[in-house]
């Protein structure tokens, strides 16, 4: 089956063992610069009194986040989530329920001598992000969970907590920029191109935003592997995944089906002309724009996946030109804009359909009710699949995003 | 870097996790493990380690009214809990619903007894479950002397004699007991006894199972005929020291701390009520409750929080139990009770002990304000809210 959008969600951290490379050639004195810059939070405080919550996931990114924090004079607290059983995710008995990630988070805020806690949210990630995603695979949907999570359980219970706390900022290691703007804060992509994150934070609202930092935001992941190594950091060379944190295994069909058992049925594969060309074994099994794995052999065209049915149950399967599309709806838009939502006119901006996508060029205008929008791209583009996240830019700055609705949906 | 920052607290509210070491225990202790010697040894350094053990099980018999021979050290109340509920060879356990761990877990046949709303366990309820069983005096009941998360105590007494009346046996697992309330085996008439050296002000990693009466108990640890053989293994003579010191500390002046700390859970309570009315104090309905626990819920801020902004504030407390992640689970306990799982996990317990000052009760409810200002109002009964002063 085609993975979902690749996530990037920082808080399990991620990049190629091959970028550490260039973590050589960084002065100490470039690196104390970009740890003072990266560290200014604009918080109008003596740091030694400001309150940081550092959201601590284990990996590289929040843990140089935490240390740089620390270095900087603010008075740093690392919290862990507990969202899944380890265990249980990887089939193995007798695992620790954590798992090795908060048992790294831990070493890192020893070694950087902070408080360190674990939350647990369990009960509201299963609830609020893994039945989500299943219950959205099952309609044929290809979901982004990393976002479910940084609205739910991330910027919702884990901000509401460091509030708790009495703290004056929620810091994490995503690498997208928060710049104050003449209408309020603004949400930036992140500055290196390749790492930027900001396709999972579409969803953060204002009053989130106001209350987050992102440190590592104009860093590039070779600047925060050099950072890594000059804090010593016990995970500064760990290995990343590219996984969603709950499918280690990468075998999304496996919890789709125990989360929701029995909701996947086998069916026709139907070309968009009209014809049954063979069966599936569920829906889920397929994404929008997928061309291998389509079993129907003798076909002299080569077949992708334009639309999948979850009534009928079937996979629509046809040529390239049919995947293209110039018009879509989006449904719980998030607007960063300015003002409460795109103006009735139209704005003119870029959007990504999914995380690894060019931006492009669209009119996006309020929908017929409220919480959606029309995107109107002014060149028809591939692999538009329901579920996934269609972000809005201008230039780097995030204007926010919303959810790709099925083609005649309610 | 910050430093020293990541282990803060001053006021240590926490004693029924474990309680601060006493100097006497200490100084036992050090004594001890200078003097060295294996108790099973023929040599002078054996003998002298063997008079540190049996002096020191003199002085732990004494506090619960039991004699010498009864006592059976072991490596703390977990043991203790495991060799009373496997080592008496029953079939099949009763236990109460708020028992901890140690004992919920002991036995692979174990019925839960359920509790009312303080707390307390349900004697009808046990009565009615020795009924079902084929074979009584095949059951053996735990029923714990206090509660460690409320410390609502529990009617161990009329348990005793419905489990007796049954021809079952009954063991108590009384580790919150000394030093926050008198302990007597006879008076509890129970078979078996837990203790705990750690809870007390002890060091970790000894305790005790107090044998009422000549009772056939298996080893569950084999090996050498130590504890005359029904717990091999080298005696762990430093904690066994230091168990005994604070035994004798404790018959001298048990029942003055266990007053000390009733005025000081009152001055606590008296300050919860007033900082927060919207907050409750799990298991205050009980007939009696331990003089040292507090067990308080702060509807709309989670334990989790409220752990975390105390632990920042220089306080500890606790909350549950903590898994080994360090997360918190909503406590048996208080969903035993009745409780809802969201209300489960609004509670934190303070627990006093041997070195609390008024000046702890004080910070905690320093602390605990900025918490408090965050809680949900209290609703009345006509479904609306009542204003905060």
């Known amino acids: ?410 | 870097m910050s430093g020293s920052r990541s282990d803060r607290p001053a006021v240590y509210l926490d004693y029924n996790a474990t309680a601060p070491l006493r100097p006497e225990a200490l100084e036992a202790m050090t004594r001890a493990l200078e003097a060295g010697g294996n108790p099973s040894s023929v040599h002078g350094p054996g003998r002298r380690a063997r008079a540190t053990v049996e002096d020191a099980r003199e002085a732990v018999a004494a506090l619960v009214n039991a004699r010498p021979e009864q006592v059976i050290f072991t490596s703390g109340g977990t043991e203790a809990d495991a060799l009373a509920l496997t080592g008496t060879g029953r079939a099949r356990a009763i236990v109460s619903a708020v028992e901890h761990d140690a004992v919920l877990k002991a036995h692979p046949e174990t019925r839960l007894c359920p509790v009312d709303s303080h707390g307390i366990l349900d004697l009808e309820a046990l009565a009615a479950l020795l009924a079902e069983e084929p074979e009584p005096a095949r059951v053996i009941v735990s029923v714990m002397l206090a509660n460690n998360e409320t410390g609502a105590v529990q009617p161990v007494k009329k348990a005793a004699k419905i489990a007796h009346d049954a021809g079952a046996i009954i063991h108590c697992d009384a580790v919150q007991g000394p030093g926050r309330m008198a302990v007597d085996i006879h008076a509890l008439r129970v078979d078996l006894l837990t203790l705990s050296a750690h809870k007390l002000g002890g060091p970790p990693g000894v305790g005790a199972l107090i044998v009422a009466d000549p009772l056939a108990l298996a080893p569950v640890q084999r090996g050498g005929g130590q504890e005359r053989g029904k717990r091999a293994g080298t005696e762990n003579v430093p904690g066994i020291a230091g168990f005994g010191a604070v035994a004798k500390v404790l018959a001298s002046r048990g029942r003055e701390e266990a007053e000390a700390a009733r005025a000081l859970q009152e001055r606590l309570e008296a300050g919860i009520a007033d900082i927060a009315p919207s907050a409750v104090i799990h298991g205050a309905g009980a007939a009696a409750r331990l003089p040292n626990t507090t067990c308080v819920g702060l509807p709309g801020v989670t334990n989790q929080s409220q752990l975390m902004a105390l632990d920042l504030g220089g306080v500890a407390v606790s909350a549950g139990a903590a898994c080994s992640s360090g997360k918190v689970a909503a406590s048996h306990v208080l969903r035993a009770m009745g409780l809802s799982e969201e209300t489960a996990r609004e509670a934190v317990r303070i627990s006093l002990g041997w070195a609390s000052t008024v000046a702890d009760v004080d910070a905690f409810l320093e602390a605990w304000r900025p918490l408090a200002r965050r809680a949900r109002p209290v609703a009345t009964v006509d479904g609306g809210v009542a204003q905060r002063t």
Not at chain 1, 161 to 166: I, N, Q, S, T, V
Not at chain 1, 278 to 297: A, K, P, W
Request: aromatic share 6%; proline share 5%.
């Open chain 1, 1 to 410: 089956m085609t993975m979902p959008d690749t996530p990037t969600c920082s808080l399990t951290a991620r990049a190629p063992a091959s970028e550490t490379d260039a973590a050589a050639g960084f002065s100490e004195s470039d690196l104390a610069a970009i740890a003072a810059t990266a560290g200014d939070l604009g918080i109008d405080k003596p740091r030694a009194e400001t309150r940081v919550v550092v959201a601590m996931s284990g990996g590289v990114d929040s843990s140089v986040t935490a240390a740089l924090l620390a270095e900087q004079g603010y008075e740093v607290v690392g919290v862990t989530m507990q969202l899944y059983d380890h265990g249980a995710a990887i089939q193995k008995a007798n695992t620790c329920c954590a798992g090795k990630d908060i048992h790294d988070a831990r070493r890192v805020a020893d070694s950087i001598g902070i408080p360190h806690y674990v939350v647990d949210y369990e009960g509201r990630f299963l609830s609020d992000v893994m039945e989500q995603f299943a219950d959205s695979y099952v309609s044929g949907e290809t979901p982004v969970p990393c976002v479910l999570c940084n609205q739910t359980v991330k910027f919702r219970d884990l901000l509401t907590a460091a509030r708790d706390l009495g703290a004056d900022a929620l810091a994490t290691g995503h690498y997208v920029r928060r710049v104050p703007g003449g209408q309020g804060v603004e949400m930036r992509r992140g500055a290196n191109p390749g790492k930027d994150q900001s396709y999972f934070l579409f969803a953060t609202t204002a009053e989130q935003l106001d209350f987050l930092r992102f440190p590592l935001g104009g860093l590039s992941k070779a600047e925060t592997r050099a950072l890594a190594r000059r804090y010593n950091l016990p995970t500064a060379d760990k290995a990343e995944s590219q996984d969603i944190c709950f499918v280690p295994d990468g075998d999304y069909a496996r919890v789709v089906e125990k989360l929701r058992p029995g909701a996947t049925k086998p069916g026709d594969i139907v070309h968009v002309d009209g014809t049954v060309l063979g069966r599936h074994e569920g829906i889920i099994h397929y994404t929008i724009g997928q061309r291998r794995g389509i079993d129907v052999g003798g076909m002299a065209e080569r077949l992708y996946v334009v639309r999948l049915d979850p009534a009928a149950n079937r996979v629509i399967v046809g040529p390239r030109s049919a995947l293209g599309r110039d018009r879509f709806v989006i449904r719980d838009l998030n607007w960063l804009g300015g003002g409460a939502a795109p103006p009735a006119e139209g704005v003119r901006c870029t959007v990504k359909i999914r995380n690894s996508f060019t931006p492009a060029a669209a009119l996006v205008r309020p929908g017929d009710s409220a919480g959606r929008a029309e995107v109107d791209l002014d060149d028809p583009v591939h692999g538009v699949a329901p579920g996934q996240a269609c972000v809005l830019y201008d230039g780097d700055r995030v204007l926010g995003g919303g959810w790709i609705m099925r083609r005649g949906a309610a």
